[in-house]
């Protein structure tokens, strides 16, 4: 069992960056791939970026390649989404999640691939 809490959302001007961090329990934090997904109101969960137990791959979406990057530090059961120039259209919550299966697949694109979630953050972006 993996419990997940986010931390770092906020109101931010566009342009501007944002750095999100999700700490997980339990011992083996570094045995799972980690990964961000988005929601806006009427929208279903959006895919944003994926990193392997290790860290050594990450997947990123297409809407944020460039601007965001994922990355973790097992040894402080943490994962981060470092969020830069920032758009309006990412405003949404932001929410984590852990998957069973460590290593980073195309699985890891799509919510049924995660076994565990956080609650969310609220990220506003004004223009």
């Known amino acids: 069992q993996v419990q997940l809490v986010e931390s770092g959302g906020g109101l931010v001007q566009a342009g501007d960056s944002l750095r999100l961090s999700c700490t997980g329990s339990g011992r083996t934090f570094s045995s799972y791939a980690m990964g961000w997904f988005r929601r806006t109101p009427g929208k279903e969960r959006e895919f944003v970026a994926a990193s392997g137990g290790d860290g050594g791959r990450t997947y990123s979406a297409d809407s944020v390649k460039g601007r965001f990057t994922i990355s973790r530090d097992n040894a402080r059961k943490t994962v981060y989404l470092q969020m830069d120039k920032m758009k309006p259209e990412d405003t949404a919550v932001y929410y984590c999640?852990?998957?069973?299966?460590?290593?980073?697949?195309?699985?890891?694109?799509?919510?049924?691939?995660?076994?565990?979630w956080g609650q969310g953050t609220q990220v506003i972006v004004s223009s």
């Open positions: 999640a852990a998957s069973a299966l460590g290593r980073l697949t195309f699985l890891h694109r799509a919510t049924n691939g995660y076994n565990y």
